[in-house]
């Protein structure tokens, strides 16, 4: 079971990947306009917040990192 830590980090990176995909929505969808600078930054912004959302809710659901050596699936070839 998931410690009150864990949980509150989910919900964390959850809240903050929510507001980055607003903001690329606001751009995307509703016709917000910045400069091509701002664009690259808020796209990577949204990207690394999403990457944080994935990895804190495989380590809630207790599914180990990609490329960790705990996943177990060696290439015996």
């Excluded at 207790?62 to 996943?71: C, L, S």
Aim: aromatic share 4%; glycine share 6%.
């Amino acid at each position: 079971m998931a410690t009150e830590e864990q949980k509150q980090t989910y919900r964390d990176a959850l809240a903050d990947w929510q507001r980055k995909l607003d903001d690329v929505h606001a751009l995307l969808l509703d016709g917000q306009r910045m400069p091509p600078d701002r664009i690259k930054g808020l796209l990577n912004r949204e990207a690394r917040a999403k990457a944080k959302y994935d990895s804190e809710r495989r380590r809630l659901l207790g599914i180990p990192e990609e490329g960790d050596e705990a996943a177990g699936e060696a290439d015996d070839d």
